[in-house]
């Protein structure tokens, strides 16, 4: 009796093919190894009806492949089996010590890491804190920036009201004081003042002025003469003080300041021993006085030929030819002397 004829060979590579197509085509582990599982029920199925030798070449070919499709699924869902078994049967919360068996320096480092972190933390901390200080005191002095240069405005609006006020008020205070100078020039125009008599004892000062006055060709008696007396020395006391008279009627005043330059020619009386060192001025102002002697220093560093005072009043002139003379009135008007 013959034996069954063995299906022919080239039919089995042909579905170990097909199969093996058919499982990496696959795209999921599962997939995989149910590929494998048909694959290998398949060629078992095969081998039922082959007889024992092809039976056993036919199993040295499988076992290659099922090793293979059993390693590649093992080796795919390690990874997941190995989350599912730690998330089942650990605590993650704590796992120094898990992590201290698997790293023997990783609780070193990450103690270290810690204290990093709290350095961190703390420097952030007192990076904030600096900053909300250093925003107040911005803030703080943004205000006081702020307020100040109010105040700063107002004091400018203030010093420019206050400066148009002194403005003013030297405005009047030159008129004023320019009224002042004008009515105390007037109180004295009555006023003569004899320079160079010499001081005696028990001297009656009317007496003198009214002999000057003889000796310049004007009679007047000791009733004509309201007041006389010795000026103060002030502070030239080696220079004899001068003798101030006011007199009643100003006319007599008038003439004999008008004849002053008579004593020039006066060689002797009986009265002074020098009458020719005898000179007679007027009553001036202290303002004017001092303005008569500026004047009398630029007449002569200027060319001037004349200073002279008439009614309180100073005046220049250059010669004999200028018709107008010039007024000084004021510290201003010495500057036309040129």
């Avoid at 095969?46 to 199993?59: A, C, I």
């Amino acid at each position: 009796m013959n034996p069954p004829r063995p299906p022919p060979r080239e039919k089995t590579p042909s579905k170990i093919k097909k199969v093996f197509i058919k499982t990496t085509k696959s795209t999921t582990n599962e997939e995989k190894l149910q590929a494998g599982e048909t694959e290998a029920m398949e060629l078992l199925n095969v081998s039922t009806t082959s007889d024992l030798s092809q039976h056993s070449e036919l199993v040295s070919g499988i076992l290659p492949l099922i090793t293979r499709n059993i390693i590649n699924g093992i080796t795919l869902q390690l990874p997941a089996m190995i989350g599912q078994c730690l998330t089942d049967n650990y605590d993650l919360s704590d796992n120094s010590d898990i992590l201290t068996q698997l790293t023997p320096n990783i609780g070193e480092i990450l103690n270290d890491l810690n204290q990093s972190m709290r350095d961190i933390r703390s420097e952030l901390t007192e990076i904030k804190e600096s900053r909300a200080f250093h925003t107040r005191l911005y803030d703080d002095l943004a205000k006081k920036n702020k307020f100040l240069e109010k105040q700063a405005s107002d004091n400018k609006k203030t010093i420019e009201s206050l400066l148009d006020r002194i403005h003013d008020l030297e405005e009047d205070l030159f008129y004023v004081s320019e009224k002042v100078e004008d009515q105390e020039r007037r109180g004295r125009l009555e006023n003569l003042e004899s320079h160079g008599v010499p001081i005696s004892e028990n001297e009656n000062t009317d007496q003198i002025v009214c002999n000057i006055a003889k000796m310049v060709g004007v009679e007047i008696q000791a009733s004509d003469i309201s007041t006389s007396h010795r000026m103060p020395t002030g502070i030239e006391k080696t220079r004899t003080p001068a003798i101030t008279a006011k007199f009643v009627h100003r006319k007599n005043k008038i003439k004999i300041f008008e004849k002053r330059k008579l004593l020039r020619s006066v060689k002797s009386s009986t009265d002074f021993k020098h009458p020719s060192k005898i000179f007679i001025a007027e009553n001036l102002t202290a303002i004017n006085k001092d303005l008569y002697f500026r004047a009398r220093s630029a007449k002569n560093n200027c060319g001037y030929r004349y200073t002279w005072t008439s009614n309180g009043k100073v005046f220049v002139k250059k010669n004999s030819d200028v018709k107008n003379s010039l007024y000084i009135r004021c510290e201003e008007d010495l500057s036309k002397i040129k």
